[in-house]
Structures are given as C-alpha cells and as structure tokens.
C-alpha cells in the first residue's frame, strides 16, 4: 500500500516508516520538521535500502496536504504529527490545540475528498487518566491533567464520531504506553530537545555524563518499591504494531493498546539500565511531579487477539538500544 506517514521523521515516525518499508509498503512523509531532521529520512533510507518521498509541509495547511493526496494515490495514513510536551501544552495550550486538533482534521477532510479509508491515529495511554491498572481499551477515560493529553482525548472523538457519519472510513487508535529503545543499527532513535523530561532518554544522558545524576520523582507512590511504574515499549515494536494495524483495518473504530502488559518502577528500570550496558546510574529522590499517577501498564491482549501482534523486545533491549543510540548521537 501507499500510505502516507505525518511525522516521519520523528522518533516514533521514522522507526515506522522502516518497519512500513521492509513489510514492503510504499513510504510517503509529510513533516515540517519542527521537531526533526530530514537526516533522518535519509538514515531511514540507509536501514532500509528504499527510497521514500518527502514532502516538508505543515499538516495543519489544507492546500499543502490536498497537493499531496492529489500527487499520490494514497491508500492509508498513518497520523504521527504532533506536539508531544506536556509542560509547554500548559504553557502554550493554543498551539497544542491548533496544531493537533487541525492536523487531524485537515487529513481526515483529505481522506473524505480522495477516497482514503484507512487511518492510523497516534494516541497516548494519558487518555485513561488515573484509572486502575491495567488500563483496558473498554474503560471509561477519565480527564487528563494537561492540553496535550486533551488534544489525544478529543481527536480520537473526532475521527469516532467522523466514522459513525460514514461507516466505510476505517480509523485504528493505538494508545502508546512508553515508547523507548531504538533502530539496533543505533542510526536512528529519540533526539530530545533541552533537558529531557522523559525518563530514559534522562538516563542516557546522565550515562554519557551529559547530566549529573537522575532526580527520581517520588519514592511514596503504592508500587513495589514507591517509585512511578510505567509500561516501557521498545519502538520497533511499536512500529511494528502500526504495520499490524494497518494490515488488520477493516471499517469502523478499533482502539488497542500498544503496550508489554508488564510495569517497570524507576528503580527497576535504572537498575536494567546498569545491569544491559555496565554503567553506574547515580540518583536522588525528590518530589513527585506534579500530574503524574503511580502506576500506568496496559491490558494489552486485545491488540494480541485481533491483530496478532505482541511486544517482543524486553526491558534490557530497549536499555541497550537507547544507549547505543545516544552514544553515537553527537549532540
Ligand atoms: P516527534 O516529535 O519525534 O515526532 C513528531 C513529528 O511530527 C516531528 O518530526 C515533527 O517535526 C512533526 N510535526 C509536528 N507538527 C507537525 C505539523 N503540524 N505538520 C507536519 N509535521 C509536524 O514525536 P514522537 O515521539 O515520534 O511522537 C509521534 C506521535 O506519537 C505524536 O503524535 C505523539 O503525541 C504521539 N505519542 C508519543 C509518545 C511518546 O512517548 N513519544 C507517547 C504517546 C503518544
Ligand atoms: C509522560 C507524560 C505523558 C506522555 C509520556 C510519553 C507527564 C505527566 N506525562 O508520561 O503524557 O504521554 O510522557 O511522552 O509528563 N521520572 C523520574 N525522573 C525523571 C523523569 C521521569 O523519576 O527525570 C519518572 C516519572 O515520575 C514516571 C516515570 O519516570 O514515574 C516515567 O516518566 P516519563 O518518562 O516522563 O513518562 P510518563 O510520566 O509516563
């Protein structure tokens, strides 16, 4: 199929595409580049030994997105262009708004005109709020605590309520847990911008000595050891769940998961981190932040059931990869 990937270029964007490339589907990205480099296309292309189309465009500007549809005959898209930081949604809320919401919109409007049933939308497991784990794709969604996760929210009710108006449109949400790890080639992976406010790419940089020491938030949450607990997915599974989305879409809205199923603690995963890569981790235990919840892991049989797809790769993996990474990236 050719499918047109927003955000290509991105973390999540370019580890797709590849995996999109070796299932042997044809690469068309449309990215502005406001958080990536068009390097990264090419390092893509390197992994990959395929080409791909680039077309470096704001996916909020109807007339540049229309010239894509008009230029292909797009079979499905795949919907990763967005702001991501939680922090500055809450200081910015209107760009994270106009940008997310509109992009959305805009390649859905594309979709109704060009014929295009299938796509694929990037959302978060930030939908469920504080539920009680493990998070199911039936549960009731409780508010998030900022604009990024509402921007998540209120698309994936666009684009349901888009498909109850026409039930041929064929639309997947795939709510991310926590996408770390890399390409093994270690070419492409994660390039924070600033001081990380993610938890491993933090690691990383502390073991390249970048920065001093982690600051752990909060050691008194109801957990194994009262630090945070989370559900960390190695990228190249989560790419690969795309390819198993887009593979299984039939018509109406399907939600999954794209998670292990397995919580990992701060702790736990510092000490992965030392034990996959030998290196000494040095921490401190400070404050909760603000906004976070304790624990967060999916119930992720649904997507195993329908679409087949498992996470395969294991906590060491993704340790290893993303430091591999990080030490051949040179910024
Ligand atoms: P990323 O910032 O690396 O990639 C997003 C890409 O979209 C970037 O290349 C950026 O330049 C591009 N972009 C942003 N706005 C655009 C616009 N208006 N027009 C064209 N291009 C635009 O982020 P990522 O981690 O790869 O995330 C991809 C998607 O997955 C995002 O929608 C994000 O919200 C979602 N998501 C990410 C995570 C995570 O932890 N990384 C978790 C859950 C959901
Ligand atoms: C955060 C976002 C979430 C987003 C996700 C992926 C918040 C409140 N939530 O989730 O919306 O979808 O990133 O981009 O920002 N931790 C530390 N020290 C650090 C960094 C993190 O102890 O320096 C802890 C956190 O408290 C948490 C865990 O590590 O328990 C994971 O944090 P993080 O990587 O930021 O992801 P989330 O909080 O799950």
């Given at each position: 199929m050719n499918i047109l990937v927003t955000g290509g270029a991105g973390y999540i964007g370019s580890h797709t595409s590849v995996a999109l490339l070796e299932a042997g589907h044809t690469v068309i990205v449309a990215d502005?580049?406001?958080?990536?480099?068009?390097?990264?296309?090419?390092?893509?292309?390197?992994?990959?030994?395929?080409?791909?189309?680039?077309?470096?465009?704001?996916?909020t500007d109807k007339v540049s997105v229309?010239?894509?549809?008009?230029?292909?005959?797009?079979?499905?898209?795949?919907h990763f262009a967005g702001l991501k930081a939680v922090g500055e949604s809450v200081d910015n809320p209107l760009a994270y708004y106009y940008n997310n919401i509109v992009s959305t919109m805009v390649l859905a409007k594309a979709c109704q005109k060009y014929g295009v049933r299938r796509f694929v939308f990037?959302?978060?497991?930030?939908?469920?709020?504080?539920?009680?784990?493990?998070?199911?794709?039936n549960m009731n969604l409780l508010p998030t605590t900022n604009p990024y996760g509402e921007t998540k929210a209120m698309s994936e009710r666009i684009l349901t309520d888009i498909v109850k108006a026409n039930p041929t449109f064929s639309v997947s949400l795939l709510?991310?847990?926590?996408?770390?790890?890399?390409?093994?080639?270690?070419?492409?992976?994660?390039?924070?911008?600033?001081?990380?406010?993610?938890?491993?790419?933090?690691?990383?940089?502390?073991?390249?000595?970048?920065?001093?020491?982690?600051?752990?938030?909060?050691d008194d949450y109801p957990t194994v050891d009262g630090t945070g607990v989370r559900d960390y997915i190695h990228v190249l599974d989560l790419a690969e769940g795309h390819v198993a989305a887009l593979d299984n879409l039939t018509e109406g809205v399907h939600i999954y998961n794209l998670g292990t199923g397995q919580g990992t603690s701060v702790i736990e995963l510092v000490k992965a981190f030392e034990e996959a890569n030998g290196i000494k981790i040095s921490y401190e235990i400070i404050d909760r932040r603000p906004g976070?919840?304790?624990s967060c892991y999916a119930d992720a049989s649904k997507a195993?059931?329908?679409?087949?797809?498992?996470?395969?790769?294991?906590?060491?993996?993704?340790?290893?990869?993303?430091?591999?990474?990080e030490k051949n990236n040179k910024e």
């Open positions: 502005n580049l406001c958080n990536s480099k068009a390097e990264t296309l090419d390092k893509v292309k390197q992994i990959t030994k395929k080409e791909i189309t680039f077309y470096q465009i704001d996916v229309d010239s894509v549809f008009s230029n292909h005959h797009i079979d499905g898209v795949i990037s959302s978060s497991a930030t939908v469920y709020g504080d539920n009680t784990v493990p998070f199911a794709e709510r991310y847990f926590n996408p770390v790890g890399a390409h093994e080639s270690g070419l492409i992976g994660e390039v924070p911008i600033g001081i990380p406010n993610n938890l491993m790419p933090y690691v990383t940089q502390v073991a390249k000595g970048k920065l001093e020491k982690l600051r752990v938030f909060g976070d919840i304790a195993k059931q329908e679409l087949g797809w498992v996470a395969k790769r294991d906590v060491i993996s993704m340790c290893r990869d993303s430091w591999r990474f």
